[in-house]
């Protein structure tokens, strides 16, 4: 799959892509890292001075962990949607659709921008949170395979509602009613134990879920939820949108008239 | 070989349109073939479906013997596009969309370098290669997409209305261009609305209206189908009657002004010798049109029953 033109295209959309993100900094970069300091602030230190430990955790360090993977998975989503949305909207996507270059790496290619942005944001969170807080490291493998699983689940979903767009509303609707409802409610702030039984069982349909308290765990080594049952549910979701962007792609689905 | 086999196209977008009612024609290589029509004919749907950007509906495309349904990846390596829109990436530079573009056809960077400023210095785009293209002209964005078009070398280069808006004197550098890539031995295939552009450049054409070829010729014996030209005469002193012209038909556009059809076996000499005897003295006279433009009038009007 990989042959010589396929790699240099695949490079080619990658570096467009993160060109594209630092070019425009002020809008990739600078609200999260704008957004999750007054997190920190007003939720961590104020707020959190006057809530009691959470197992044993100050509030502030029990929050970091879901901040940071609120900003990875919000700035995957919205940076492989609106480019490639973006690129479908301007036509501009006939350059990629005319050359030699294969789906999947259009769909990598993409995806891979929207998981730089994502870790890079990642970063920069966990940079502010050491200004506030000490955090731990309870098992960097865990860390890390989260961190990245989750920014490919959401590029992917992001490529989705691009790839389905057909005017920028629909790059506006999906994040606004669907993912930051997810992320708010996705035990970020809270423990779900906290909520009655009808709310846990609710909250465990949220994917969200599984990816902040996995986190959680790789820093604090503390979970809401299984850790397998949890990089199970991630992956299986990661496939499924895989395999579905794929498909509307061979199809020319929004891309070919 | 041939560079393009197009057999029976049919299409039909999802709206409903039937725009292509199976067209069939053939490119041989090292061609340089003019592809007609007017608005709305189906030239740009035609274009599309080669180059994978439309789903066509049935019929065959070939390019260099690679079919496009079994072979699609060669299909496109052969296959340099101009677009008839503007397609870039307006925050981009100039260097950075045509670079880009070699890549998605795997030319590396270094390559597509090289390559870039030899094409951009030639078509007068170098001094611009830091310019992001949204600051570009309309006529340096037309440069712009066919630099683009060349930096993996295809070896057929098609393109959809390439001079459309562009000043004279930059039109006929174009010209200049093109013909030499063509001799070089790219086969290229052009859209147009300017005849003459078409007469001064393509040795064969196809024209299509309505979604039908309704000529696929070579440029002379087109030419030489006409079978009647118009000219227009002006005269030294307003006319109060029409001069009477024996065969020639002829009508007064306005009392200093006359047209006159010329067939085939009728002498210009003989019409002036009719005019002198009764007097009337013509001080210039002009064609009515562009051969090919009159040729592609009649052609493309006769054919007008076939709308809807
Ligand atoms: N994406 C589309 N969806 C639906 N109909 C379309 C689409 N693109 C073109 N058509 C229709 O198909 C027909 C042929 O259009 P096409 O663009 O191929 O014409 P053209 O010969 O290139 O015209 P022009 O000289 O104006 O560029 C027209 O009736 C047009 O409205
Ligand atoms: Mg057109």
């Known amino acids: 799959m990989l042959d010589r033109v396929n790699y240099v295209a695949f490079i080619t959309i990658l570096n467009k892509e993160i060109t594209r993100f630092l070019r425009i900094w002020p809008q990739t970069l600078l609200p999260p890292v704008i957004s999750m300091t007054l997190y920190f602030l007003i939720f961590g230190k104020l707020i959190g001075s006057q809530i009691s430990d959470m197992s044993g955790f100050s509030y502030m360090q029990y929050i970091a962990p879901g901040l940071v993977m609120m900003s990875v998975v919000t700035n995957a989503y919205s940076n492989v949607a609106s480019s490639f949305f973006g690129t479908k909207f301007q036509r501009n996507i006939d350059e990629m659709l005319i050359a030699p270059v294969s789906n999947l790496v259009i769909l990598v290619g993409f995806v891979m921008g929207g998981i730089l942005r994502g870790l890079m944001i990642g970063l920069l969170v966990i940079l502010i949170a050491l200004f506030f807080t000490k955090l731990h490291v309870y098992n960097l493998f865990i860390i890390l395979s989260v961190a990245l699983l989750s920014s490919l689940l959401f590029s992917l979903a992001g490529f989705t509602n691009g790839l389905m767009a057909n005017k920028f509303d629909d790059v506006m609707i999906i994040p606004t009613f669907v993912i930051t409802p997810l992320t708010y409610l996705g035990g970020v702030f809270y423990s779900i134990h906290l909520l009655s039984p009808f709310w846990q069982e609710l909250s465990k349909l949220n994917p969200v879920l599984y990816m902040v308290n996995a986190f959680r765990y790789g820093i604090l080594g503390l979970s809401d939820v299984n850790i397998m049952v949890a990089m199970v549910m991630i992956i299986v979701f990661i496939v499924a949108l895989f395999i579905l962007n794929l498909a509307l792609m061979q199809r020319g689905y929004g891309l070919r008239s | ?308």
């Open chain 2, 1 to 308: 070989m041939s560079a393009l086999v197009v057999e029976n196209l049919e299409k039909t977008y999802a709206s409903g349109v039937h725009a292509l009612h199976g067209i069939s024609f053939v490119v041989k290589e090292g061609d340089f073939f003019a592809l007609l029509g007017p608005n709305g004919a189906g030239k740009s749907t035609t274009i599309g479906i080669i180059t994978s950007l439309v789903n066509k509906t049935g019929g065959k495309v070939r390019v260099f013997g690679h079919d496009l349904d079994t072979d699609l990846r060669n299909v496109k390596k052969q296959i340099g596009l101009v677009p008839q829109e503007f397609n870039f990436n307006i925050f981009e530079t100039v260097m950075q969309v045509v670079v880009n573009q070699a890549g998605y056809y795997g030319v590396p960077t270094k390559i597509a370098k090289e390559r870039a400023e030899w094409y951009l210095k030639k078509l007068g785009l170098w001094d611009k290669r830091n310019t992001p293209t949204r600051m570009l002209s309309g006529g340096m964005k037309r440069r712009l997409m066919i630099v683009r078009a060349l930096l993996h070398e295809p070896r057929l280069l098609i393109l959809d209305e390439p001079t459309a808006g562009v000043d004279i004197e930059l039109r006929r550098s174009m010209w200049d261009f093109l013909r030499e890539m063509n001799q070089q031995g790219t086969t290229i295939i052009l859209t147009t609305h300017y005849l003459e552009e078409a007469e001064y450049l393509c040795r064969n054409i196809a024209i299509i209206d309505h979604g039908e070829l309704i000529k696929n010729t070579n440029m002379r014996s087109l030419l030489d189908s006409l079978h009647t030209e118009t000219f227009v005469l002006y005269l030294q002193e307003p006319l109060l009657d029409m001069p009477v012209l024996e065969d020639f038909t002829a009508h007064l556009i306005d009392h200093k002004t006359l047209s006159v059809d010329l067939s085939v076996g009728q002498q210009l000499n003989h019409l002036f010798e009719l005019l002198s005897r009764q007097g009337v003295q013509v001080v210039r006279m002009r064609n009515k049109a562009n051969r090919l433009e009159e040729l592609f009038l009649r052609l493309t009007t006769k054919e007008n029953h076939h709308a809807g």
